[in-house]
């Protein structure tokens, strides 16, 4: 069909002008049959690479058995699930959603719910500046961006912006604190990681206070940074944890999982979603989680990651860990961004006007690395 001219779907997307049909592990086809290799791996969803013969055959054996009962009823796949992904982190309690937005809604109202059940009254939420935790209002309020938030005015009340210093979110945590949002590296502000001492700090000032620590690794979770977590390669635990994006290997699911004396905070009637644990996304997400095991993909992420990022070093100032990485360059990132597609086919993100980040599969290897690196020197990156 090639890319519409005028287009039905909404302009608040600034879309590159390919039509994609197809695609497996780190390369996608387009309308026209032609090959690309693919370093967004659909913003961080393609942690396993698309259409992973486990995961389609997960989806596949369960849309046709089972997909949706709603939650006044039980499924298997969705308490498999949050068995798996208790075990495997926090070892509390999971809620499902559908959105990473969603799964921080979720943590923004079972911490003011936790603080008004315990009679601390506590309502303020504490985020960091340039943090991102969503587009729907309450994670909105929580993203202290100027050029996101200002259309949507008023906001939510009660968001204090924290500077990224260990200082500063100590001075605002004080009792009228409920929570303090972070992500462990800040993702579409152009990965920023987040130095241990304020995270340290973080956990300091919520334990004076009686408030909770919420980690946001929607973007970082799921093997992305090299460990399942992000925060198990940092010296603190959060209370609650939000993930989305590569948990549902390309379908749709968001999760809040807490720590063990959080599970029983949200009561029958506070909070809930229809699609919440549908059968079939939460089926594709206990086959993503098996898939980083079997295939080793943590691994991949922590010791291919280091390869990329020495790679890029070549091109300026590299940020991140594991395979969620970004280079600081001198040139156009928009622009180049635009060239890489249309003369290289290789599919890359700019976060900003100088700041390439780079999210593919966990699956690639050092020929894709050698590629990708070579089609940055050919379009003169620096
Ligand atoms: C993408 C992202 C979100 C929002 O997720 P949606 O699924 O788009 O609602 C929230 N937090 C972080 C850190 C993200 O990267």
Redesign the pocket.
């Known amino acids: 069909m090639g890319a519409p001219e005028h287009s039905k779907q909404m302009g608040n997307y600034a879309r590159l002008p390919v039509v994609f049909v197809r695609g497996e592990g780190w390369r996608l086809w387009d309308d026209e049959g032609l090959e690309y290799l693919d370093f967004l791996s659909g913003l961080a969803v393609l942690n396993v690479g698309h259409s992973h013969p486990k995961v389609v055959e997960a989806v596949q054996r369960q849309v046709a058995e089972l997909s949706h009962v709603s939650n006044l009823l039980w499924t298997e796949p969705a308490e498999q699930l949050a068995t798996e992904l208790s075990r495997r982190s926090l070892e509390g309690c999971v809620f499902f959603c559908n959105?990473?937005?969603e799964a921080?809604e979720a943590a923004i109202k079972l911490a003011r719910a936790h603080s008004f059940r315990s009679g601390r009254q506590a309502k303020d939420i504490v985020v960091f500046e340039q943090a991102?935790?969503?587009?729907t209002m309450g994670?909105l309020s929580a993203t202290p961006q100027e050029g996101k938030q200002a259309p949507f005015a008023p906001l939510l009340a009660g968001f204090r912006v924290a500077e990224k210093t260990a200082a500063s979110v100590d001075a605002l945590v004080d009792d009228h604190v409920a929570a303090v949002i972070v992500?462990p590296i800040q993702?579409?502000s152009g990965v920023h990681v987040i130095p241990d001492d304020v995270l340290e700090a973080a956990r300091a000032a919520c334990d004076r206070v009686g408030a909770l620590l919420v980690f946001?690794e929607?973007?970082t979770g799921i093997g992305r940074t090299g460990s399942m977590f992000a925060y198990e390669q940092t010296p603190v635990k959060p209370d609650l944890m939000t993930l989305?994006?590569a948990l549902g290997g390309g379908l749709p699911i968001?999760a809040l999982v807490t720590a063990e004396p959080y599970g029983g905070v949200l009561q029958p009637g506070d909070h809930g979603s229809t699609f919440g644990g549908n059968a079939v996304t939460c089926a594709a997400a206990l086959a993503v989680l098996a898939v980083i095991d079997e295939q080793g993909l943590i691994e991949n992420a922590r010791d291919n990651g280091a390869v990329l990022a020495a790679g890029l070093a070549e091109f300026g100032a590299v940020r991140g860990r594991g395979m969620m990485l970004a280079v600081e360059i001198e040139g156009d990132a928009p622009q180049l961004v635009r060239r890489a597609l249309v003369e290289h086919r290789l599919i890359l993100n700019a976060t900003g006007p100088h700041t390439l980040r780079f999210l593919p599969p966990l699956t690639i290897g050092a020929e894709q690395i050698e590629r990708c690196l070579s089609d940055l020197r050919t379009l003169g990156v620096s």
């Open positions: 959105s990473g937005a921080n991102f935790h969503g587009r994670a992500e993702g579409e946001d929607v973007q989305a994006k968001g």
